[in-house]
């Protein structure tokens, strides 16, 4: 099986009980100096500074934002000065995802050393972001609340509650925004709803493994989720009440163990193992899969994967499916309106797609890229996966091409224009 390296490793680290059904199974072991660490170690131990933020949302949710401003050895006082860069994470990740790679190509640590302020977002759902002002989400009654959001809702409340309060702090007008994923989902959701807003705070928008339509898929567990929605909403929310899927104790947890053992959440279960792994994993490090698997998965609503299962099943980039009433009642329309990313005007996006991504299929990637027409600025197809993204061996896509699109489009408010070297 092409995913089975990762995927044996990852088994390796559950629960003897969940792994005595996978007897064939055995622990892989690596010179991993990062297992077990956490962000805040992580980067400290490279020589980093670290401070943890938070911010809320115009729907109330409260969301953790991480800064690396530069050395552990460099005087940090606001405002620095520096180019402000956010990267924002995908599916079942969070802001760990940009420091576990390697420290020498990791993307948080190569943009500090090129002289960028870099903060690291986490959307809501994530382990990080598990809280909200009114709503507590171990409460029962306000639990199904809590869960009710999609991506949409990370493009609409999340990232411009973060951009407002980094610009703030930073007494930037603009920053640079990458990610990866639904990272990237959420930010054509925005700019396509929102866009003077967008355009108005963010000077460029680089998209790793870009996600918007994704009718060609080839992800085992979104195809069977587009499958099978009514019966897999039913089995995790009635049945599990698992509306936290996959979260940070996922492959630790009793209930898994329970929900893996049926027919459906059987399929899920090994699918979701799939996922996480790439297609092929010869192009990522996989010296370091412990220390990734600290990190991940972390956790994300399950309405995520029903809004994505829904894009896959229709073909469109669209507005989540609340079935015809209430899709009339929020939309004007029976059918969720797509999102008008052919409307965006005027906004430099650099597009970084995987050759090997089983998500984001070339073929999808090519239909972004020709909906957003002269917006894009930047088109590269690398051999990378899905996940290769975060930790490939290779990866000049981000320390070459990467940094000379953020260092061409970023921009300083404390000197005339471009980015000034040091
Ligand atoms: C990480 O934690 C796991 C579980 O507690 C433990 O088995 C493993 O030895 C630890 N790894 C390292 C490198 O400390
Ligand atoms: C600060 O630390 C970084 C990384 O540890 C190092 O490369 C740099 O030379 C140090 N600068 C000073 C002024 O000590
Ligand atoms: C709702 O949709 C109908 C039919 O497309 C249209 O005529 C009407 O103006 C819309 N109403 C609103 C409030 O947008
Ligand atoms: C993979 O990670 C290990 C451990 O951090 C590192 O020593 C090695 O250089 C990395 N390999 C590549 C090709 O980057």
Redesign the pocket.
Known sequence: MKFLTLTIALLGYVSANFLSSYPHFFIKSSADDDANKSLKEIVKEN?FAIEQHTVTTADGYILTLFRVPG????TIQDPIKKPVVLLQHGLEADADCWVINSPDVTHTFVLARQGFDVWMGNNRGNKYSLAHKTLDPNDPVDKPKFWQFSFEQMGIYDLPAEIDYILEVTGQEKLSYVGHSEGTTQMFIGASLNQEYFKSKVNVFLALAPITRIGHVRTTLLKLLADNVDAVQHLIIDDFGMYDMFGPDWLRDQVTAAFCDTKLGSLICDAFLEMIGDMDVSVDNLSRVKTYLTHVPSGSGYRDFVHYAQIINTDRFQRYDFGADINLDKYNSTIPPLYPIDQIKDFPIALFGGTLDELGSVTDVDWTNQQLGNNVVFYGQYELGHMSFLIAKDMTFFTVDAVNVIKKYSTNSFVQQGFLQE
């Open positions: 020589g050395f552990l050895n460099e």
